[in-house]
């Protein structure tokens, strides 16, 4: 309380304990038949006097006192306060009942505990948005008004070749990409979303890039930076150009031949008894190279179009045998040994047609890329998890520097025996196709003069865990 507040309030109680007891000192006279002069008496004012102020003192003492306590109470309920709104956790306040405060402390206890909910319950929604972000495909940046990062993913830092979620950090000093911070830049001055396709230089990704404006009240905003690798799409974009280019190409080759050839006997050659034969041969044997080529590439078609497996119980042995069957006339023509090593009891489950189109097209190879006179071996193991069907020849090899390169579509080996036999390309690219649809891996070891080694493995995969495997021999 304030001193004079307190001087009033004493001389108010004063003055009003003055007045009663020398109403009661009035009346007490009168009431006892006693001289008006014994009220003016000098000694009794004196203990008028006396005892209003020792009254007045003790009430403003009570008062002083009540204003304590209340004042320490309302500290108590303010300081509460304002620990809540400086997102503190002070205990509750218990107040009795029958305090004049029990209603008000009820009131900010209530309010504690909604505010703790709140704010529980905004930590469990940004954990989940973090979460959410930290584990999209897509780069994300968060940048706030001062342009320095909020947030960033791990696929952002992955995109970027080091860490980006270094909040607090002025996103220009750590990007390092000019055509992205350029874009950024863009988007704080329009205040308006940007978007582009850029090269990351450092790592040679293709990104789509995406800088959102983000308007979160009058005064404030945020910008969210949005990445999403193109590379793999770009390469597959690339890959189908190749694919067309080399089509285009090597249909090419032998339509130009039947057309000229054609129309060369057309014009009088077919009259000619000795070019006519040499030039249907021609005819043919380019016919033969583009049925080969369309094959192969319809192969590539199926093969992308239809991954699921018919399982079949498969006698390896006798399966072998059956296929060498169509092999006969160039193995008689080359006279070329083929030696199946299967044992007659190994029995597999695999995809028979696909399993044909692997075990025909390494057979002709070992056919095709061997002189007259040599020799196949075919073979299989079981290895753990897995089986092998081996083939190899005593032919004539596959240079260091190209066999990793015999898988690619359109390659031909660069000497020029292999270019006098022909062949699309697409061969041994089908054989891995089928081979990955087949969850396998295939490897080749070859030694030029010496002759090549190609080893397929296969999961192996038990009776027990499919019910609709056939038999087939």
Do not use: C
């Not at 050839?261 to 034969?277: C, H, I, K, R, V």
């Amino acid at each position: 309380m304030k001193p004079i507040k307190i001087i009033k309030n004493f001389a108010a109680d004063f003055g009003l304990i003055f007045v009663i007891q020398s109403i009661i000192f009035w009346l007490f006279i009168n009431l006892g038949n006693l001289k008006n002069s014994d009220l003016f008496d000098s000694k009794r004012w004196l203990f008028l006097v006396i005892t209003s102020f020792f009254l007045s003192m003790l009430d403003i003492a009570r008062r002083y006192w009540n204003y304590q306590q209340q004042q320490q109470k309302i500290d108590l309920l303010s300081k509460k306060l304002q620990a809540i709104i400086a997102g503190e956790k002070p205990q509750h306040l218990l107040l009795a009942p029958t305090d004049a405060y029990y209603q008000l402390a009820q009131s900010i206890n209530q309010v504690q505990s909604l505010q703790r909910d709140i704010f529980k319950h905004y930590l469990t929604q940004q954990r989940g948005y973090f979460s959410l972000i930290e584990y999209l495909t897509i780069g994300v940046m968060v940048l706030d008004q001062d342009q320095k990062i909020y947030l960033s993913n791990r696929a952002m830092s992955d995109l970027m070749g080091r860490e980006m979620n270094l909040k607090g950090q002025l996103y220009a000093n750590e990007l390092r990409n000019y055509d992205l911070s350029h874009l950024i830049e863009l988007t704080y001055q329009t205040k308006k979303d940007q978007h582009t396709e850029l090269k990351l230089e450092f790592n040679n990704k293709v990104v789509d890039a995406h800088s959102v404006f983000v308007p979160v009240s009058h005064h404030h905003f945020l910008v969210m930076v949005l990445l999403y690798d193109l590379t793999e799409l770009k390469e597959i974009e690339q890959m189908q150009l190749d694919f067309v280019s080399n089509v285009s190409h090597e249909l090419k080759t032998p339509i130009t031949a039947i057309t000229g050839f054609s129309e060369t006997l057309l014009n009088g050659a077919m009259y000619d008894q000795d070019a006519l034969p040499q030039f249907l041969k021609i005819i043919q044997q380019e016919s033969l190279k583009l049925t080969a080529l369309v094959e192969d590439i319809l192969s590539l078609a199926r093969i992308s179009t239809n991954t699921a497996l018919s399982l079949n119980r498969i006698k390896l042995h006798a399966y072998l045998t059956e296929v060498l069957q169509s092999f006969q006339p160039e193995l008689e023509k080359k006279q070329i040994k083929v030696y199946n090593e299967i044992a007659e009891d190994f029995v597999i489950v695999g995809d028979d047609h696909k399993l044909r189109h692997v075990v025909n097209n390494l057979l002709q190879n070992a056919i095709k890329y061997n002189d007259a006179g040599g020799s196949v071996w075919v073979s299989s193991n079981k290895k753990q998890q897995i089986w092998q069907l081996i083939v190899r020849d005593n032919g004539w090899g596959i240079p260091q520097d190209q066999q990793e390169r015999i898988f690619e579509r359109f390659y031909r080996i660069e000497n020029s025996r292999s270019r006098q036999t022909g062949g699309t390309g697409l061969g041994l690219a089908v054989v891995k196709e089928y081979i990955a649809a087949m969850k396998g891996k295939i490897k080749v070891a070859s030694q030029v003069g010496v002759g090549s080694e190609f080893t397929v493995s296969l999961p192996l995969i038990t009776d027990g865990k499919r019910d609709d495997v056939r038999e087939k021999v």
